[in-house]
């Protein structure tokens, strides 16, 4: 035992050092006057190109298009992958006890067949966890923001999309799903980052040595897709009428020969344990009532960095191969000036990831910021005061409110200091019996006895009311 250690220290000292840099077959030593032939660099992984990346929240979302991907798939010969930001763990299931992690599993599963009826075989899940509330910012928080970007950034290195398809980036009067907006973020910042070589640059290293084990980085490269479309589950989507192209499923697949609202309503059918989507689908395969999937796809057009039209077809200007990195705007701080007001939360946030984003049509798609109240709710409407002059201020923010509302906390004398951003947190109980009706609630905020800024905000109460 003694001997064969000694040989093992004499071993390591004398011997020299492996060079681990320069470990590839292809990198072996010539003898004087030859040349080796260097193999070919392997090409990116064909299997895994796609025309198509679908990014959404929750495994059934990918439904809001499928009406639209029957034609580009089965008729446009596009090849489509997926990714679900979360299994969709809290959705509840109507078919079994199976809930939290289990449902996940299961839901996952239905997504995986209903896209594999469609030929669509390459799904992945972020992990993310179900996280219901209409905060984008709170389900960038529990998915882990930045672990779920380097997921989708590597995603979309892998299938090189021509076009991400994702929800919109926008609070909306409807469903408004924190984590729909939370999948629309991330897509957008992966479109802007995965062109980037120096955005996780580990994703394109290339190995030391590809056939070898351990490598620790992962040898993929830049790709910028070419357009992000977004689509909505606002109440209503006529605001989103010549924002895109429009897509009607009552079309023919001629490769089908049958409706591609049928088609949305066979592939919506897998998630069986989701009453408002699986189930309903499955019922108008039984009774032949397609009313619901007879509504046209409505896509918008977030930003493009080909020629074509904004109503033009999905894939109008788009050729094959890779184009040159297109860089965002970034953030650029604004140039305010003495004191101001403006809605705070989501609204804020969005105006200033638009910009950043180069997203510059997004701005004037909802020109007056909205929300949907449920009859009774406890509204919370963040409002952000701004101090941006050399002196302490004091700034009185007081609420104008439709009749039905009462107001539990808001209207104060807030102390900002020079240069701060005073976060107020103002909080509403909405009307108890309202119908569904838009009404706005008013702020003024005055300083030294002048009124230095206002807000106003449409609220549409009676949500659940809304007609589907
Ligand atoms: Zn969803």
């Not at 838009?438 to 230095?452: C, F, P, Y």
Request: with cysteine.
């Amino acid at each position: 035992m003694r001997n064969t250690l000694m040989l093992v220290l004499i071993l390591f000292f004398v011997l020299p050092a492996p060079r681990v840099w320069a470990a590839g077959a292809a990198i072996q030593s010539a003898g004087p006057g030859q040349i080796h032939e260097a193999e070919q660099n392997p090409e990116p992984d064909a299997r895994f190109k796609a025309d198509i990346l679908v990014i959404v929240a929750h495994p059934d979302d990918e439904t809001m298009v499928t009406g639209y991907l029957a034609r580009a798939i089965f008729d446009g010969q596009k090849r489509v992958a997926a990714i679900f930001g979360t299994p969709g763990n809290s959705g509840g299931d109507v078919v079994s006890n199976a809930q939290a992690a289990a449902l996940g599993d299961v839901r996952i599963t239905e997504a995986r067949e209903a896209l594999a009826s469609f030929g669509v075989l390459h799904v992945w899940c972020l992990g993310g966890p179900d996280t219901p509330g209409e905060d984008v910012r709170r389900s960038l928080e529990t998915w882990n923001h930045g672990n779920a970007l380097w997921q989708t950034v590597r995603l979309v290195r892998l299938t090189r999309p021509e076009v991400i398809l994702t929800w919109l980036p926008d609070f909306v009067v409807g469903e408004n799903h924190d984590d729909h907006q939370a999948a629309a973020v991330i897509a957008t910042e992966a479109f802007d980052m995965a062109g980037d070589p120096t955005a996780f640059p580990e994703q394109v290293a290339p190995p030391d040595n590809r056939t070898a084990v351990s490598n620790l980085t992962e040898g993929l490269q830049p790709w910028q897709p070419k357009k992000i479309y977004y689509f909505s589950d606002a109440a209503s989507t006529d605001f989103l009428i010549g924002k895109g192209p429009e897509y009607n499923t009552t079309d023919i697949s001629l490769s089908k020969n049958l409706p591609y609202y049928k088609l949305a309503a066979q592939e919506m059918a897998y998630h069986l344990t989701q009453d408002d989507t699986g189930q309903l689908a499955k019922h108008a395969l039984e009774t032949g009532d397609f009313t619901y999937f007879k509504q046209p796809v409505r896509l918008v057009l977030g930003k493009s960095l080909v020629a074509g039209d904004i109503t033009g077809d999905v894939f109008e200007g788009i050729t094959s191969g890779a184009i040159p990195y297109a860089p965002a705007r970034g953030y650029r701080a604004g140039a305010r000036k003495g004191i101001s007001v403006e809605l705070g939360g989501p609204w804020a946030y969005y105006q200033e990831f638009w910009q950043a984003h180069s997203l510059d049509r997004m701005a004037e798609l909802i020109k007056t910021p909205e929300m949907g109240v449920d009859n009774g709710e406890q509204v919370h409407v963040p409002i952000l005061i701004h101090n941006d002059t050399d002196e302490a201020v004091e700034v009185v923010l007081a609420s104008t409110l439709p009749p039905g509302w009462k107001e539990l906390r808001g209207t104060a004398r807030y102390p900002v200091r020079p240069h701060e951003v005073y976060p107020a947190q103002t909080v509403y109980e909405a009307p108890t019996t309202a119908k569904p009706e838009s009404q706005t609630l008013h702020w003024k905020a005055e300083s030294r006895g002048a009124v230095v800024g206002t807000i106003a905000l449409r609220v549409v109460t009676d949500r659940q009311g809304l007609p589907q």
